[in-house]
T-cell receptor, first 116, second 112 residues
Framework: EPEVTQTPSHQVTQMGQEVILRCVPI?????FYWYRQILGQKVEFLVS????????KSEIFDDQFSVERPDGSNFTLKIRSTKLEDSAMYFC??????????????FGSGTRLTVV | QKEVEQDPGPLSVPEGAIVSLNCTYS??????FMWYRQYSRKGPELLMY????GNKEDGRFTAQVDKSSKYISLFIRDSQPSDSATYLC????????????FGAGTRLTVKP
């Protein structure tokens, strides 16, 4: 069964450093998303991406964050100048479409980011 | 009031028990309702979705929606140890995925 692949599975970084989290969505999917889950808290929407541009972002997704689809397969989330409170699981997801509920998301296994 | 409320548990039941997981919501714009299952160190996996009030059955799982009460449930019959996971309710409006909101997740353990 097709999978969304995320790398690395765990990243430890020092406060103030930049990190790039990588995702390879399912090949025929067109919509891409980043979510995060702080330990013990809800899964929270960060950003959605379609046709090489951001289609929507949450209030969490401030200037510290950026997303990119540098080639035909990868989808990256960059966090500049990381803060302690950025420590969380970051999930990438993709879907074939939007609107109809049948366009369910496929989530990756996540990247655990630890900022020290 | 939070948009989506879900009791985080944890919930522990013996194998074979019927499990009831519930969420309430406040936003009447939510039209589509989903249940995700999340195993430890894995991403959420879509289990069931529904968009109308009433019951939807899939094997041992039944999703129930009561839009008038803004209440959704997931029932698991004949629960198995392999059902041990965190169950997340999620819901969104009709037209796009971007406003999807998740519950906090209920951690379920089914003991052999």
């Amino acid at each position: 069964e097709p999978e969304v692949t995320q790398t690395p599975s765990h990243q430890v970084t020092q406060m103030g450093q930049e990190v790039i989290l990588r995702c390879v969505p399912i090949s025929n999917h067109l919509y891409f998303y980043w979510y995060r889950q702080i330990l013990g808290q809800k899964v929270e929407f960060l950003v959605s991406f379609y046709n090489n541009e951001i289609s929507e972002k949450s209030e969490i997704f401030d200037d510290q964050f950026s997303v990119e689809r540098p080639d035909g397969s990868n989808f990256t989330l960059k966090i500049r100048s990381t803060k302690l409170e950025d420590s969380a699981m970051y999930f990438c997801a993709s879907s074939t479409g939007t609107g109809s509920i049948s366009y369910g998301y496929t989530f990756g296994s996540g990247t655990r980011l630890t900022v020290v | 009031q939070k948009e989506v409320e879900q009791d985080p548990g944890p919930l522990s039941v013996p194998e074979g028990a019927i499990v009831s997981l519930n969420c309430t919501y406040s936003n009447s714009a939510f039209q589509y309702f989903m249940w995700y299952r999340q195993y430890s160190r894995k991403g959420p996996e879509l289990l069931m979705y529904t968009y109308s009030s009433g019951n939807k059955e899939d094997g041992r799982f039944t999703a129930q929606v009561d839009k008038s009460s803004k209440y959704i449930s997931l029932f698991i019959r004949d629960s198995q140890p392999s059902d041990s996971a965190t169950y997340l309710c999620a819901m969104r409006g009709r037209y796009n995925n971007n406003d999807m909101r998740f519950g906090a997740g209920t951690r379920l353990t089914v003991k052999p």
